[in-house]
């Protein structure tokens, strides 16, 4: 059982910046993925990003491109989330959700954007973009 923890979200203004944080521990394997994922009410969960140990490749889905990145710390025991230039359609709660072990080229494939596909979730953290 892999155990995720998200923070960091919270109320910004539009064009403001938020990191959101995925702590993960209890992997058994020496690889892990993390992805990104956002659901806004009525809406369909989002992939938002993805980056993996295995093969060091990161993937910014397009909502997110040219504003968002997706970082691992040195030790590799965290994931961030990098919102910039944030708009009111991000609002939006955001989980991180893992895959252990992944298969090789897993964050750069169509795979890597299917909920179901991932094997723990985070509860999510709320993202608000207002004035």
């Known amino acids: 059982q892999v155990q995720l923890a998200e923070s960091g979200g919270g109320l910004v203004q539009p064009g403001g910046s938020l990191r959101l944080s995925c702590a993960a521990s209890?992997?058994?394997?020496?690889?892990?993925?993390i992805g990104w994922f956002r659901q806004a009410p009525g809406k369909e969960r989002e992939g938002v990003a993805c980056?993996?140990?295995?093969?060091?490749?990161?993937y910014i889905t397009d909502s997110g491109r040219g504003r968002f990145n997706v970082s691992r710390d040195n030790a590799e025991n965290m994931v961030y989330l990098q919102m910039n230039n944030l708009k009111p359609e991000d609002t939006a709660l955001y989980y991180c959700?893992?895959?252990?072990?992944?298969?090789?080229?897993?964050?750069?494939?169509?795979?890597?954007?299917?909920?179901?596909?991932?094997?723990?979730w985070g509860r999510g953290t709320q993202v608000t973009v207002s004035s």
């Open positions: 209890g992997f058994t394997s020496e690889h892990y993925a």
């Open positions: 980056i993996s140990s295995r093969d060091r490749h990161r």
């Open positions: 959700a893992a895959k252990s072990p992944p298969p090789h080229y897993f964050c750069s494939g169509f795979i890597a954007r299917l909920p179901g596909e991932y094997d723990s």
